[in-house]
């Protein structure tokens, strides 16, 4: 083998020659490390940054796209109370333009719907969207009820139609509305938590979008008496005027110009056309119904009429409320875009950096000495029980590829090892249902000496699901495991990082709070129970379980033997909740359970 150009040192180099190859490559390799540490430190913090930007550019996008879906569900839900008011009213033929005009507008409803529903699903958003779930439930049951009122008044015969009725299935679609409310607070919430600086575009959203429902109502509060040609009630009088006076209050808020943030300059003559068409023409026209209406029932339009003279003059809200949202949503999209190319220039020119670096580095070696310190240091990692990369075809062919193909064979062999404790190590401390830990790990973490030779105190909170027999007898043992595995994640979301849970047997789960007081013990635990009383577990079926369940709090020192008796006490207090009436937190005072073990169990005995 020719050596020419090589900075090792052979056999066959003098004593002189071989330290000064030595020292050569000694230097080599400390500059070498030099610039990989300070390319890597700066390549990642420019990736890092790049990213980071990016994702919360592409976050913020989907959380607001998914917002503004919501709100297209609630402006269409309140459109479909245009045609649905017109069916009500006498005069209207079967296979009329408005009972058409009402199927298109139910279809236009439920295919919103469903898409907030696909959203539910959607792995892009910055954390899961289920709690919208029972929230669309209930949306869905109020809106097939609602239906079915308005078909049921709009197929009898114009003089059985009865006035209550009418208003009372009004309310009925106001409700829908009223049930998707919990769902634009979510997603306001959502938003704000997502980023601080979408808050007052989400709650101008809402604002626009109540401007637009608002409308709707004024107009659906005289709709009733009009249908069946009977004067104005006190009430019918109340609710036009309240509904008023909130979209005065509102439009003087969000109708100024440089209200909106973000809105697009060149939709400021919107404002002014809803001033217009809303606000002078819309109010005349309600205000000429309730003028007549006060006096008598004899209007001078039908309700499917002041359906069609009505509604076009809240277009003009709806299309603001989207030119605000696409304005938003074009912004944000900009700034997904911008960062995704930020990203993707950091990621080529640092990609470039370390081609060239590697085409340096790899003109810099020796031929024989880098591969033999890989084989050395590969060895020494495996040793240690720490992971090394592929080596095989690292040594070429010859004698020095084969050294590394048994090394990498080596590696191998100790992953499988690794990955097999892991996985046996997994099973012995995990409970397979709920994926908390068992009681058998909490004991070895409970009982376990302080390593900092500190005598700290820990509190233990036990907690037993109230009947859970019944549940089992009632509803099966798979209903019972699904409430388990329910019960395991709201304790999960109730607690800090640094809170030990463990599923302590059967249907009892424990809790180890370290360094926290009794009172802070007292108040996780009053919380854990209140989120599981308040959280129905909903089923597959659609069914709900309602599950409480009852504490045992105590504190002591959980280390150096006082395991078994910090246990004792808790499972005490455990057993006085369940006999004072189950669902409930029961715990040792303070300046009990801040004596030493030894003198507790002095004071037992």
């Known amino acids: 083998m020719s050596n020419k150009g090589s900075t090792y040192a052979s056999p066959q180099m003098g004593v002189g020659e071989a330290r000064t190859a030595k020292a050569l490559r000694r230097k080599l390799q400390w500059l070498v490390a030099i610039v990989v540490a300070c390319t890597g430190i700066l390549a990642t913090e ?129 409700g829908v509305i009223d049930a998707l409310r919990p769902a634009i607070d979510w997603n306001i919430q959502r938003l704000t938590n997502t980023d601080p600086n979408l808050a007052g575009i989400a709650l101008a959203a809402q604002m626009l979008a109540n401007l637009r429902e608002d409308g709707g109502r004024l107009g659906s509060h005289v709709m009733a008496p ?23 209050e509102v439009w003087a808020i969000v109708g100024k110009p440089g209200a909106l943030p973000g809105l697009d300059p060149s939709k400021i003559g919107d404002l002014a056309k809803i001033d217009r ?32 003279l009505f509604v076009p003059k809240m277009k003009p809200l709806e299309d603001l409320r989207r030119a605000f949202m696409d304005s938003t949503v074009e912004r944000l999209s900009a700034n997904k875009t911008r960062a995704s190319i930020k990203l993707a220039v950091a990621s080529l020119a640092t990609f470039s950096l370390f081609l060239m670096l590697l085409i340096l580095m790899r003109r810099a070696r020796s031929l024989v000495f880098e591969p033999l310190l890989l084989a050395r240091h590969s060895i020494i990692e495996l040793a240690n029980d720490r992971p090394i990369a592929r080596l095989q075809g690292k040594g070429g ?29 997994r099973q012995a401390e995990t409970d397979e249902l709920t994926g908390l830990l068992n009681r058998r790990a909490l004991e070895l973490i409970g009982g376990a000496e302080d390593t900092d030779g500190k005598d700290q105190d820990a509190c233990l909170i036990l907690m037993d699901i109230d009947h859970f027999k019944q549940i089992n007898d009632t509803h099966g043992h798979l209903i019972g495991d699904i409430v388990l595995q329910e ?19 059967g249907e009892e789960f424990a809790v180890i709070t370290p360094g926290d007081s009794i009172e802070s013990a007292l108040a996780l635990a009053e919380r854990i129970r209140v989120n599981l009383a308040h959280e129905p577990i909903v089923l597959a079926d659609g069914r709900k379980l309602n599950v409480t369940a009852s504490f045992g709090v105590a504190e002591g020192r959980s280390a150096n033997g006082g395991w078994k008796h910090l246990i004792e006490l808790a499972d005490n207090e455990l057993y006085r909740a369940k006999s004072e009436g189950r669902n409930r937190v029961c715990g040792q005072p303070a300046e009990a359970t801040h004596q030493p073990f030894k003198a507790m169990k002095s004071a037992r005995a």
């Not at 809303?278 to 209007?299: H, L, M, T």
């Not at 191998?412 to 996985?423: K, P, S, V, W």
């Open 46 to 174: 420019i990736i890092a940054a790049s990213y980071s930007d990016f994702v919360i550019a592409r976050r913020n996008l989907t959380e607001v796209m998914a917002f503004c879906r919501v709100l297209d569900a609630a402006n269409y839900l309140s459109a479909e109370r245009g045609p649905s008011n017109g069916v009500l009213g006498l005069g209207v033929a079967p296979g009329s333009t408005v009972q058409a005009r009402l199927a298109e507008f139910r279809a236009r409803s439920d295919a919103a719907l469903a898409q907030i529903t696909a959203d539910i699903d959607n792995a892009s958003r910055s954390e899961p969207a289920g709690a919208l779930s029972p929230i669309l439930v209930e949306v869905h049951r109020r809106l097939m009820l609602a239906r079915a009122e308005v078909d049921r008044i709009a197929a009898l015969p114009p003089e059985r139609r009865n006035l209550a009725e009418i208003e009372a299935t009004i309310e009925a679609m106001f």
């Open 226 to 248: 009009v249908a069946v040609g009977k004067p104005l009630a006190i009430k019918n009088l109340a609710d036009s005027e309240r509904t008023r006076g909130r979209l005065q």
């Open 277 to 308: 068409e809303f606000f002078a023409e819309g109010f005349a026209i309600i205000d000429n119904i309730v003028a007549v209406g006060k006096r008598s029932g004899d209007y001078p339009m039908t309700a499917e009429q002041l359906t069609d």
């Open 397 to 425: 062919e010859g004698e020095m590829g084969r050294l590394f193909d048994a090394i990498d064979i080596l590696r191998q062999r100790l992953d499988e090892r690794t990955l097999l404790m892991q996985h046996l190590e």
């Open 487 to 505: 019960t395991a994640r709201i304790i999960r979301n109730s607690v800090r990082n640094s809170d030990l849970v463990a599923r302590f047997g």
